[in-house]
């Protein structure tokens, strides 16, 4: 009952926020937003960049992977130095060079996979200046690529495509940083920490409880990990933990936060294009997949866990609750991870390894479809036009003709430049994941066994590979062969899609646009958005069933009462 | 390729200062001036409400079957069909039936995501009346009007599930243990 109301509000705010939001964003990377000029101009005067000036997409790439490479070398010094740097009450010393080296490139790419536990060794000023700095810094990067790609679609012949510098400086200071900081507050309001006195320490005199408690910069950060679709939490348990998710306003609000931007940019893609009908095809395509995976993850997930079952627990009336927070219960905890694996986001109010098997398939299938229902900010949208740019393909091959989208000739380079973009993830993960299971080091850091144990290391290549950052937690991931693994897929799945899709964006904008015809397949109608959905499916469905066959599906049939271990 | 650089090593300096000096500092400030108790973890004389504790023995209501340390936190991780998990809910269970607790709800047998979930469900505070009641002398409906006082939620009537915070609990039933002494 609550949770009906919970999903009809969340849908309503969703919809209520769609055209705002999106218009919004239109028109900051339209340069027409001025009201923080007195912040935006000092920084393009301190960077040497001229806002009204512009970049091929060669140029914009190159700036792309420089900002990306010195921002990995940026967190790994004050990783590395935070030991002699100031705001680091609780004295934590450097963190060991692989560990650092994965957690930069993992926050770098908007993954935010942890190979450790924030409370107990990042200092404050590493979670503030160099963590929550790339949260915010790789959602506006994942957001200006996407927009590079709809200007291709809007614009003709353009040598053009925009300027790195000034939609990173646009989206950061007008898009991120305003909805953070109101929203950080109503987040302590809630009961949020938000502070930069060291560890509390209490003592309980009616049961002699003793506890040190880690407090720190947390709501600033828990917001922004949110609407950045990052993941990464100040704290081990992530939005679990009361201080970073305080209660089931807060639960609604972190949801309603890492869907509103990949959700809004189809209204932006829309508006830009001149049709706001062909982002209504994207969204409901988005809609569709979210909707069927959160159904079959939530009906797995209100029966019971079998483990607890087989323990002699008669009543599991509530669902699986194991993991799960009492003031969310199970119910609200998979709606929220659905929604963060199903985008880039990969934070969890629950703990993903105690998922049923098939609560725990709907997470991995979220990202396996290339997360774009709706996907993460940004990459969400530019991943589902490359579906549809290979949907168009094959749709252009059924008929007989030269395809078409949004009055652009799609030809042999656009077409492998979009084939390059959508098999990149499905590549990285299947060869990291079958190189983890062939090695030792790759299976001794599993916790659980039997099917579970291989779908710890199938779900660790699939989120990183996909910047999502969730886990199937038991995995002790924090080794030489899982710190470098890591790395390569996050880097592979962000810059191995980013730069296709700057490409493909730089060669539609040299393009003229081609009149509309009675042979045009219309890409803004009912049966488009069909075919779409099967290329989507269809691509993630022939890549990664086998290995779900192996992993969840394998478990959820093994007979009632057969546990390993 | 060195104006990039050049850029991007300016770019990252002036933003850090905006976006990881400036923006969370300033939040910092508006926070303890605004809500000064939640800011710095809602902590009281028995410590954090949002922080579980263990509680031993039967003259208190116990919470869930979590390690309780803020130090270290995060779930199991035990999957669904684990035999160690099987067998820490066996133990759950032991431990309920020897306190006199029948059929405990079952999260007050497993253990939550966070590893120090402060609260329990209503049910499963119910479920501990009886045990509490007898170790106390005191009457079960006085202490079934306790639980039913501190019982929380769900915000707004729809928002998360109803809950019972095990310290605010264990402080009323304090209270009222001295009341009636």
Redesign the interface.
Request: glycine share 10%; aromatic share 8%.
């Given at each position: 009952?609550?949770?009906g109301?919970?999903v009809l509000?969340l849908a309503l705010v969703l919809a209520l926020l769609w055209r705002p939001l999106g218009a919004y964003m239109a028109r900051i990377y339209g340069g027409e937003m001025r009201w923080l000029a007195w912040?935006e101009r000092p920084?393009y005067r301190?960077?040497?960049?001229d806002p009204s000036s512009e970049q091929s997409w060669k140029r914009y790439a190159?700036?792309t992977v420089?900002?990306s490479?010195?921002?990995v070398v940026?967190v790994y010094l004050i990783e590395r130095l935070q030991g002699v740097l100031p705001l680091n009450p609780q004295h934590l010393p450097a963190v060991p060079p692989l560990l650092a080296l994965n957690t930069a490139i993992s926050f770098m790419t908007n993954t935010n996979w942890q190979n450790y536990?924030g409370?107990?060794t990042m200092s404050y000023l590493t979670q503030?200046?160099?963590l929550?700095?790339q949260q915010?810094?790789s959602a506006a990067v994942g957001i200006q690529v996407a927009l590079v790609l709809v200007r291709g679609f809007s614009r003709r012949e353009s040598p053009t495509v925009g300027n790195f510098?000034v939609d990173?400086?646009r989206g950061?200071?007008y898009l991120l940083?305003p909805i953070?900081?109101v929203m950080?507050?109503v987040f302590?309001?809630?009961?949020?920490?938000?502070?930069?006195?060291g560890?509390?320490h209490?003592?309980?005199?009616?049961?002699g409880?003793s506890?040190?408690?880690?407090?720190g910069?947390v709501?600033?950060?828990s917001v922004i990990k949110q609407l950045g679709t990052n993941g990464g939490g100040f704290?081990?348990?992530n939005s679990?933990?009361?201080?970073e998710n305080?209660?089931?306003?807060t639960?609604?609000l972190e949801i309603v936060l890492l869907l509103c931007i990949p959700f809004s940019l189809t209204y932006t893609f829309g508006r830009m294009v001149g049709s706001l009908r062909q982002g209504l095809a994207l969204l409901a395509t988005m809609v569709v997949l979210f909707g069927a995976v959160l159904g079959m993850s939530l009906a797995a997930e209100v029966g019971p866990?079998?483990?607890?079952r087989?323990?002699?627990?008669?009543?599991?009336?509530?669902g699986?609750?194991?993991?799960?927070?009492?003031?969310?219960?199970p119910a609200?905890?998979d709606l929220f991870d659905i929604a963060s694996t199903s985008t880039s986001t990969g934070s969890?109010?629950?703990?993903n390894?105690?998922?049923?098997?098939i609560g725990?398939a709907g997470l991995l299938v979220g990202m396996m479809l290339g997360e774009v229902s709706p996907g993460g900010v940004g990459s969400g949208l530019y991943t589902m036009l490359l579906f549809a740019v290979v949907a168009v393909f094959v749709g252009g091959l059924m008929v007989g003709r030269t395809p078409e989208y949004l009055g652009k000739k799609i030809q042999a380079r656009e077409v492998k430049l979009a084939s390059l973009g959508v098999l990149m993830m499905p590549v990285t993960v299947l060869t990291l994941a079958a190189l983890a299971v062939a090695l030792p080091a790759g299976r001794s850091a599993v916790?659980?066994?039997?099917?579970?144990g291989f779908?710890e290391i199938l779900y660790a290549f699939v989120s990183q590979a996909n910047n999502n950052g969730s886990a199937?937690?038991?995995l002790s991931a924090n080794t030489a062969f899982y710190n470098l693994t890591g790395a390569l897929a996050m880097t592979l799945g962000r810059l191995g899609i980013m730069l296709p899709v700057l490409a493909l964006g730089g060669a539609l904008a040299a393009k003229p646009k081609v009149a509309e015809t009675a042979g045009t397949m219309r890409t803004d109608r009912p049966v488009f958005v069909g075919l779409l959905l099967g290329t989507v499916v269809l691509v993630g469905g022939l890549t990664f069933l086998p290995a779900l066959a192996l992993g969840p599906i394998a478990?959820s049939l093994?007979g009632p009462g057969?546990?390993?271990? | 390729m060195l104006l990039h650089l050049r850029r991007a090593l300016l770019a990252m300096l002036v933003l850090t200062v905006i976006l990881g000096l400036a923006y969370p500092l300033a939040e910092t400030g508006l926070a303890q001036w605004w809500f000064p108790a939640q800011a710095s973890g809602s902590i009281g004389r028995d410590g954090s409400s949002l922080v579980g504790q263990h509680w031993q023995g039967r003259e208190w209501f116990h919470g869930r079957p979590d390690p309780d340390d803020p130090g270290a936190t995060g779930g199991s991780q035990l999957g669904p069909t684990s035999k160690v998990l099987e067998q820490e809910v066996r133990a759950a269970l032991r431990a309920e039936h020897a306190l006199g607790v029948e059929h405990p709800p079952a999260n007050l047998v497993t253990s939550s995501g966070s590893g120090v979930d402060p609260d329990i469900s209503p049910a499963a505070a119910l479920a501990q009346v009886d045990q509490v009641a007898r170790a106390r002398h005191l009457s079960r409906a006085r202490l079934r009007r306790l639980v039913r006082a501190v019982e929380q939620g769900p915000e707004l009537g729809f928002l998360g599930e109803p809950v019972i915070n095990v310290l605010a609990l264990n402080q009323a039933l304090q209270k009222l243990a001295d009341r009636s002494r």
């Open positions: 009952m609550g949770f109301i919970t509000v912040l920084v301190a960077i040497g960049v190159g700036a420089v900002f490479a010195v921002s940026f536990a409370e107990a503030m200046a160099a929550a700095v915010f810094l510098w990173l400086v950061s200071i940083l953070s900081a950080t507050l302590v309001s809630q009961g949020a920490v938000q502070t930069l006195a560890p509390a209490v003592h309980d005199a009616l049961n409880v506890q040190t408690i880690p407090l910069p709501a600033s950060m704290f081990n348990a679990a933990d009361p201080f305080p209660t089931g306003l639960n609604l866990n079998p483990a607890v087989a323990a002699g627990v008669t009543s599991q009336s509530g699986n609750e194991v993991g799960k927070e009492t003031r969310f219960g609200a905890s969890v109010d629950a703990a390894d105690s998922f049923t098997p725990g916790l659980n066994l039997g099917p579970h779908s199937f937690a038991g478990e093994v057969r546990l390993f271990g | -």
